[in-house]
Structure formats: structure tokens, C-alpha cells
């Protein structure tokens, strides 16, 4: 699904009004219909309070829809109007005419503290105060009001986006935000709800279809996209019956030293449970039976050293070799990756001690082939790029870093980003159960286990993200998220494949 911004959303607007000759009060009317269709089959008339604070332009506008439409079904609704300027837009005036017609009184105009009605905890609140029209932080008594609404622990549902909420820059420290509970957005979903430093603003969030021009929506230029399972299915190549474990190609893992060799276990499991054909680890000494033994699925080869790499001899024609997990940064081994680096001409994927080594020779950056897949979490991004002010800071210095060096960068986290070259790709899987141990050394097995079946890197790494989250999702919901531990990544990326094909979606009942 495409992640647009305000600017873009504005336009589609327009095309949408002129092409489709409607007005723009009646795709208003169409937008909040969409919002109260979704309330009622919630609420199913439930007798509670619903308070809906409505701001003065279009997203005021269709909170006054909404309201409307619940008092014509019975429910027991209040209207405020947050009265923060007079230049009321012409569908915010032209709803409020009608509500007034159909409740023969006027909503109550808020115009300072004093007028801050009550809110207690049980009443449901409608968030239409500002939309994607807010150009500066809020202020004054506005800006108390929404922290009025936050104090109150009423279940808040927010229109569009939370009101306070920029969909292109991150609010600072101290500016009012609405904290939503539940996020009913038009059309597309804002890239701010998935950036670490906003997503918490948003709660629970669906998109809801307004019907906005097809033609404009197919040919713009996203901001990103989110991945979910639609997007996934169309990437993914079902196998061919005539085929051999040939045809699923050679991953070569490279990593592990002495106290980290289970780093390595992980991923080769997660490499060959996501379809690999063939597994090669490439390890020191002392991990020798430890992957003998739990995982005879795949061959060893090892270092003369001991505890650490310090020779990494792989004349194996691998499709694809995988460095870094728990390999250390010992100087012998930073020597071996260099080494590595040399004769390797193929993709690679690079994550953890490989990340850090990066980091700390920044000469060996420009020796990475080109299109490799490194799968920093945010501390080793920050030890690769350095630090940024806020998120879209970050983005912009990922751009720049990934277009310098050639490389697709998967940054992971609650929703893990893939960047390669102007695009992003978002994923919408997976859970905080997954927060746990070792679950980044699977994701890096995964990719790798992809691009040994000939994905591209880039395929690789969305698709492999993807599955690597819903294989969470499959494991949170047999295991609790708790429960779960790295292993059962691996263990369940079978299912999390079954489930992209099936007819329908696992429920996980997680994010
Ligand atoms: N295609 C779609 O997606 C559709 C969108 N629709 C809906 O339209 C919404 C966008 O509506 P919108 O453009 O009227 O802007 P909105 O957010 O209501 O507020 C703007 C007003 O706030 C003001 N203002 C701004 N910042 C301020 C501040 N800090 N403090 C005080 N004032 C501030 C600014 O005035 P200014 O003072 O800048 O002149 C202006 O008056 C969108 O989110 C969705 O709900 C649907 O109905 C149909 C399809
Ligand atoms: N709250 C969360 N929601 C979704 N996914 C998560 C969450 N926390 C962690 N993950 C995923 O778990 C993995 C953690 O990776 P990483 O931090 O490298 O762990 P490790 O170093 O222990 O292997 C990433 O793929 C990340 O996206
Ligand atoms: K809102």
C-alpha cells in the first residue's frame, strides 16, 4: 500500500472532485460515512457518551459528519467545536448548518479554558480537531486541550491522524499531541505512523478506502510503501516441481567466536528453514560440534583458530555469503573480513560484529559488492552513520548513505525500513514478542536464505523482513509474546510461507 504525503493526499483530493464531478462536501461526506460505518459496527448502539471535538477546517468537518450520522442512529452524542480561529472552511460551515438543523441546537463552541467540558474515563472521544492541515504547533488553550484529553483516560479515536500530529516532521519535546488509542486514517496510511518517534501517537490504526482517484493513486510516486501480506504474495516465487537442491542455491554463514557460536546456529537454521538448498558454516574451532550437533543439516568448516575467525577460507562457489553474527572484533578478525570482502563479488549480508567492523574501518565500506543487504538495528546504524536529530533526519542520512556505498540498508525495529536508493519500503509484521535475543541473527538467515533462491537483494530483503515478521506473529500466537524466543522464528518460517499462499490470513491478533 502506498504512504503518501499531505501534499499528495491534497492533490488526489482534487483530481478526485473534479474527475469523479462531485463536490468536496460530498467526498467529505463519503470520507466520514466511512469513519461512522466503522464506529457503528463497533459500538452497535452501545449506550455510551460519545464526546466529538471537532476543529474548524475539514477535519473538524468530518467529525460533524460523524456526529450527525451517530445522532440519526440513536446515539448519545456531544459536540464541541475547538474554536481556535474564525476562518471556518466552507464543508466545516456547511455541516455544522446541518447538524444544527438536525439536533436544533448549535454544538458547544469551546473558546478557552473555561469552557473545557468534562471528560471521564468510560466516554468514547472523536479526535476531528486538526488533520493533515496542521502547519505549526499547537498553542494556547488549544494546545491544553488536547493534553486535557489525554489527562482524561477516555478511549480516544482519532480522525485521519491524531490531532498536533505532523505527517512530515517529528513533534518537539513538550508540543501537544493527541495520544490515540485508535487511528481511523483516509486513504493511506502517514509515514509518521511507523517512525519509533511518533507511533506511539497512533494506537491501533486502519485505513479506510475513500475511493480517491485510481488513476492519480497508480501513477504517484510514494513516500513508501507499506508492506503487508498482498505486497508480499506478488514477490514471492513458489518452487518448481522438477527441480534439486541445487536450484535453491548455496547460503555460506560467516561468523560466531567463542560464547557466540549459537549466533551462527540461528541463523543457518533460519537460512535453510526459509528454503536454502545448501548451508556452509563458516566458524572457529570451537563451534565445530556445537553446529555438528544442532543442526547436522548443515556443513562446517572451520578456522585454525580457536575461539575466533582469523582466515576465512571459503573457495565454495556460494550464491550468497552471510558475515557477521557474533564474530567479534578482534584485529585478526577485522584482517579476515577484509580479506573476505576482496574476493567476494556477489551481494552479501551484513549484520551485528560485521556492522561494528564497517563502523570502525570506514575505508572497508567502498570494498562491499555492490547491492549487499547490512540489517542494522538503530545503536549499530548510529555507529554507522552517526547520530541524527530525529526521524526523518535519519532517513535522509540513511539516503545518503546507502546511494554513496551502493548498498540496500534494512533498519530494524518495531517496523523494520528497507532503503534502496529513493525508496522505502515499511513492514507491517510482527510483534514485540520478538524483542528478544538472537531474533536479528534469524532475519539476517532469512535474507540470506532468499537471495541463495535467486532472489534480488532488494526482493530479498522486503519479502524476507515480511516473513521474518509474520513467522513472529504465527510463533506469538501458539507461544504467547513471552514465550517466544529467536529459535521459534526459525522454527515456524514454514508456516509464515503456508500463510502467504493460504486463502486466508493467520489471525495473529498481533501488530
Ligand atoms: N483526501 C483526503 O485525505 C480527504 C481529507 N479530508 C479531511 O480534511 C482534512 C484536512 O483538512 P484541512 O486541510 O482543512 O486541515 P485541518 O487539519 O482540518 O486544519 C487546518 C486548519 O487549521 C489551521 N491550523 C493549522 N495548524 C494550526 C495550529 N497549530 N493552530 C491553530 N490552527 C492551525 C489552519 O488555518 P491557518 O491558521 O493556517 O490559516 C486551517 O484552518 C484531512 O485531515 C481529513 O480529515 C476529508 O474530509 C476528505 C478527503
Ligand atoms: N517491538 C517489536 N515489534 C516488531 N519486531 C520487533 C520488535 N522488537 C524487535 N523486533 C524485531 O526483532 C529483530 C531484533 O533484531 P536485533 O536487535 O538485531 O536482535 P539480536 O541482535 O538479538 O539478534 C529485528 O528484526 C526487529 O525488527
Ligand atoms: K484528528
Given at each position: 500500500m502506498k504512504i503518501l504525503t499531505a501534499s499528495q493526499l491534497k492533490e488526489a483530493d482534487e483530481i478526485t472532485i473534479e474527475k469523479q464531478n462531485i463536490s468536496s462536501e460530498e467526498l467529505m461526506e463519503r470520507a466520514a460515512t466511512q469513519v461512522f460505518n466503522e464506529i457503528h459496527t463497533r459500538l452497535q448502539g452501545a449506550d455510551i457518551l460519545i464526546k466529538v471535538f471537532c476543529g474548524i477546517g475539514n477535519n473538524g468537518g468530518d467529525g460533524l459528519v460523524i456526529a450527525r450520522l451517530l445522532i440519526e442512529h440513536s446515539y448519545n452524542v456531544k459536540v464541541f467545536i475547538v474554536n481556535y480561529s474564525d476562518n471556518r472552511s466552507k464543508d466545516f460551515l456547511s455541516n455544522y448548518d446541518k447538524i444544527k438543523n438536525l439536533s436544533r441546537d448549535w454544538p458547544v463552541l469551546l473558546k478557552?479554558?473555561?469552557?473545557f467540558p468534562d471528560i471521564k474515563r468510560g466516554d468514547f472521544v472523536i479526535d476531528a480537531?486538526?488533520?493533515?492541515?496542521?502547519?505549526r504547533p499547537l498553542e494556547g488553550w488549544v494546545a491544553k486541550m488536547v493534553n486535557f484529553i489525554n489527562d482524561s483516560s477516555a478511549f480516544v479515536l482519532s480522525v485521519?491522524?491524531?490531532?498536533?500530529?505532523f505527517t512530515d516532521k517529528i513533534p518537539e519535546e513538550g508540543d501537544a499531541v493527541i495520544m490515540a488509542n485508535f487511528t481511523l486514517s483516509f486513504q493511506t496510511p502517514k509515514l509518521v505512523f511507523f517512525l519509533p518517534d511518533t507511533?506511539?501517537?497512533?494506537g491501533d490504526m486502519q485505513v479506510l478506502e475513500?475511493?480517491?482517484?485510481r488513476e492519480f493513486l497508480s501513477e504517484v510516486t510514494p513516500a513508501a510503501q507499506l508492506i503487508g501480506r498482498q505486497e508480499a504474495r506478488s514477490l514471492y516465487n513458489p518452487r518448481n516441481k522438477n527441480s534439486h537442491k541445487g536450484s535453491y542455491g548455496h547460503v555460506i554463514i560467516v561468523g560466531g567466536s567463542y560464547g557466540k557460536i549459537g549466533s551462527i546456529v540461528l541463523a543457518t537454521t533460519a537460512s535453510m528453514r526459509t528454503g536454502a538448498g545448501l548451508a556452509t558454516v563458516f566458524i572457529p574451532k570451537c563451534g565445530y560440534e556445537i553446529v555438528q550437533t544442532a543442526l547436522p543439516e548443515a556443513m562446517v568448516l572451520t578456522d585454525v583458530n580457536y575461539e575466533m575467525l582469523t582466515d576465512i577460507k571459503t573457495d565454495l562457489d556460494a550464491d550468497v555469503v552471510c558475515f557477521g553474527m557474533g564474530a567479534g572484533r578482534d584485529k585478526s578478525t577485522v584482517g579476515a573480513f577484509k580479506e573476505l570482502l576482496k574476493k567476494t563479488n556477489k551481494p552479501m549480508v551484513i549484520d551485528a560484529d560485521g556492522l561494528n567492523i564497517l563502523s570502525e574501518n570506514n575505508e572497508l565500506l567502498q570494498d562491499l559488492p555492490e547491492n549487499s543487504v547490512l540489517t542494522p538495528h538503530p545503536k549499530e546504524l548510529e555507529r554507522l552513520i552517526g547520530e541524527w536529530k530525529d526521524d526523518f533526519d535519519k532517513i535522509e542520512k540513511v539516503q545518503e548513505f546507502i546511494k554513496k556505498h551502493k548498498i540496500i540498508l534494512v533498519l530494524k525495529g518495531a517496523h523494520t525500513f528497507v532503503f534502496e536508493q529513493e525508496n522505502i519500503y515499511v513492514n507491517n509484521t510482527g510483534n514485540?514478542?520478538?524483542?528478544?535475543?538472537g531474533s536479528g541473527d534469524v532475519l539476517s538467515g532469512v535474507i540470506a536464505g532468499l537471495i541463495s533462491q535467486k532472489y534480488e537483494p532488494l526482493i530479498a530483503a522486503v519479502l524476507g523482513v515480511y516473513l521474518h515478521g509474520k513467522s513472529g506473529d504465527i510463533s506469538a500466537e501458539k507461544l504467547g509474546y513471552e514465550g517466544i524466543i529467536s529459535g521459534d522464528i526459525a522454527k515456524n518460517m514454514g508456516l509464515a510461507f503456508r500463510d502467504l499462499m493460504s486463502e486466508n490470513e493467520t489471525d495473529s491478533g498481533a501488530g
Open positions: 478557552g479554558e473555561d469552557d480537531i486538526f488533520g493533515i492541515g496542521l502547519n485521519d491522524l491524531p490531532s498536533g500530529l507511533m506511539d501517537f497512533v475513500i475511493g480517491l482517484d514485540a514478542g520478538m524483542a528478544t535475543a
